[in-house]
């Protein structure tokens, strides 16, 4: 069990939500986002998220059976990077989650491009089927200018492909969240705009 002092974290918490579970599996990410916690912190509340190497499907399942809790209720996948980045590593323990914990509540926090990295794939299909209930995308911004001047993304095409990705979700997923973060150059009313016509809920990230 990962107690927040060691050199990694794999499994952390929020203070805020005693009843949930964070999986961070990688720092590696498809975009560099100006407002990202990796900027000017290596972690949060005292965990250490910087990774010193990315962990094994083993050591994800053994940390997170060491750390789960009688009283806990949800398992997010969020953590200093992007979380599909390693889908395959993400189903298999979503799957495992699902069967010997089939109380839990599964979200992921995505940036939106899994299926721009996995063109070959269905991928919104594979993570239904894998136990996620819940999905919170990062809209990031209201128009693909604004986009790429905050997340400054490595792949063409990624303000369409997040946009494309929350239609396919909706297809499937009835619990869907649009976030963005707090910054002055990104109107926050044509973002939850673009929310509501798309028939998810909205939150700004503090």
Known sequence: MDNGKNA???VYRYG???????LNITNRCSNSCIFCIKNY?????????????EPTIDEIWKDFQDSIKDADKEVVWC???????????LLNISRRIRKNYSHLVIRLDTDGLAQL?????????????????????????????KYYDLCKPSIEGSYQAVLNFIKECKK??????????????????ECKIIADK?????????
């Open 16 to 22: 805020i939500r005693p009843n949930t579970i964070y």
């Open 172 to 189: 499937i997923f009835s619990d869907i969240r649009l976030t963005i973060v707090d910054v002055d150059s990104i109107d926050i009313s």
């Open 117 to 145: 990295r996995n063109k070959n794939r269905k991928v919104v299909k594979e993570l239904k089927d894998a136990g996620i209930n819940s999905i919170s995308i990062s809209l990031n911004a209201e128009n693909e200018m």
């Open 198 to 206: 798309l028939g998810c809920t909205f939150k700004v990230r503090g």
């Open 79 to 89: 953590g200093f990077g992007e979380p599909t980045i390693r889908l395959d590593v």
């Open 8 to 10: 990694r974290s794999i």
């Open 41 to 53: 912190s290596s972690g949060l509340s005292g965990y250490k998220l910087k990774l010193d190497k």
